[in-house]
T-cell receptor, first 115, second 117 residues
């Protein structure tokens, strides 16, 4: 059961353009929503994250928009650069055994920024 | 990769053989996780640990077992490997302290690519 749905699967944008990746979740127990960036041959790395009581969070060129009522959130990459070309994963977190944080990931979006 | 070493980095094995993947951390973090990454599925949690000898199942735990006898090591074992377990396996660690944001940061290793023929 995929609890976090991510789209699109792949995205091609021109340098300087805006990249938008969307995610939707089902489980209202999720209480934190991070985005991870992964380059080929590397492990994912945290990019930006948001709490559900916040509608927007911006860090540099990266912005998360969060709609709690619709159970949707999205990543916007402004002024996209070729160096942003990577795979992006949205995720949703909830607390589990021993206060561990269990992450459920979306299926990923492969972003290509053309020079 | 935040003081995380996964070994081996690549492995080819045959169906039915046992396989053990190792995750070693130098950060003294309490929480450790094993994920598998497959095209179209993102990363899926296999097992996790919240302390020495304290483990629990994740979303896709069937066919896998784990052990954590020391804070720094978390082992993932495929008792009898199948072709469906061909994947890239990632270990992650988390300190689990501080703000909600800090608690949710997981640091990933570089991965182990496993092929089961």
């Amino acid at each position: 059961q995929q609890q976090v749905k991510q789209s699109p699967q792949s995205l091609i944008v021109q340098k300087g353009g805006i990249s938008i990746i969307n995610c939707a979740y089902e489980n209202t127990a999720f209480d934190y929503f991070p985005w991870y960036q992964q380059f080929p041959g590397k492990g994912p790395a945290l990019l930006i994250a948001i709490r559900p009581d916040v509608s927007e969070k911006k860090e540099g060129r990266f912005t998360i928009s969060f709609n709690k009522s619709a159970k949707q959130f999205s990543l916007h990459i402004m002024d996209s650069q070729p160096g942003d070309s990577a795979t992006y994963f949205c995720a949703a977190s909830l607390i589990s055994s021993g206060s561990a944080r269990q992450l459920t990931f979306g299926s990923g979006t492969q972003l290509t920024v053309l020079p | 990769d935040a003081g995380i070493t996964q070994s081996p980095r690549h492995k080819v094995t045959e169906t039915g053989t046992p396989v053990t993947l190792r995750c070693h951390q130098t950060e003294n973090h309490r929480y450790m996780y094993w994920y598998r990454q497959d095209p179209g599925h993102g990363l899926r949690l296999i097992h996790y640990s919240y302390g020495v000898k304290d483990t629990d199942k994740g979303e896709v735990s069937d066919g896998y077992s784990v052990s954590r006898s020391k804070t720094e090591d978390f082992l993932l074992t495929l008792e009898s490997a199948t072709s469906s377990q061909t994947s890239v396996y990632f270990c992650a660690i988390s300190d689990g302290t501080g703000t909600l944001g800090a608690k949710n940061i997981q640091y990933f290793g570089a991965g182990t690519r496993l092929s089961v023929l």
